[in-house]
């Protein structure tokens, strides 16, 4: 946690105050997991941190706003599926391993922040301005590297001109989103992981270069 931590009403918490303020954020991620967001209640959170409920209200002003900054500290996490792809080649053997390794980042990233990432993805589909741009944010890491990549094999005439590179990324990772966020469902249709992630690969290959991968 980097800089100074303010409770509601603007004071600095001082360490102590600092470390119930991330145990009641981790009580309520782990409450995420298993409960429905609606049904997780202050109290609930406050018990299981072992505090009370105004001692939570020190805090946040409500269990929504423990969930923004949850889903805030997520975001920036995020950045990490930008660094899958900084410096990556799309050509060859190379362009294979790129693909590879970014599906199973973005799987990965969306299998460890399923709970909160289930509650933004809610909250942006009724609307909600705040959850809609957390999860641009965290979209946006992995869409403006796919449309670099894009445009720059075109800029070389390895991809059509008239390709538009935006588009491109743009359907690429709502189809990593989609697939990222129903893992769980796959199964149910008989594929397994390990046959999900190579097909989802040559996807994305596909989507970016336009040709099929040399493996």
Not at 83 to 95: D, F, H, N, P, T
Not at 127 to 133: I, L, V, W
Request: proline share 3%; aromatic share 6%.
């Amino acid at each position: 946690m980097t800089g100074q931590v303010r409770t509601v009403d603007g004071r600095v918490a001082g360490r102590r105050g600092q470390a119930t303020r991330q145990k009641l954020l981790d009580c309520l991620s782990e409450m995420l997991s298993s409960s429905p967001y609606r049904d997780v209640k202050v109290i609930d959170v406050a018990r299981k941190a072992g505090t009370s409920p105004a001692t939570f209200y020190q805090y946040f002003p409500d269990v929504e706003g423990a969930v923004l900054e949850i889903a805030e500290q997520m975001a920036s996490e995020s950045a990490t599926l930008t660094e899958v792809l900084q410096g990556r080649s799309w050509v060859g053997k190379a362009g294979w391993q790129t693909a590879q390794e970014l599906v199973e980042g973005f799987l990965d990233f969306w299998r460890r922040n399923e709970a909160i990432l289930r509650v933004v993805d809610l909250g942006a589909a009724e609307g909600d301005k705040r959850f809609y741009k957390l999860r641009m944010k965290i979209l946006n890491s992995v869409n403006n590297s796919l449309a670099d990549s894009v445009a720059e094999l075109q800029s070389k005439g390895k991809v059509d001109k008239d390709v538009n590179p935006a588009a491109i990324a743009g359907s690429l990772v709502a189809m990593l989103a989609a697939v990222a966020s129903h893992q769980k469902g796959f199964t149910s249709w008989g594929v397994k992981q390990a046959e999900l992630k190579p097909n989802l690969a040559l996807l994305v290959h596909l989507g970016v270069t336009g040709k099929k991968p040399t493996r």
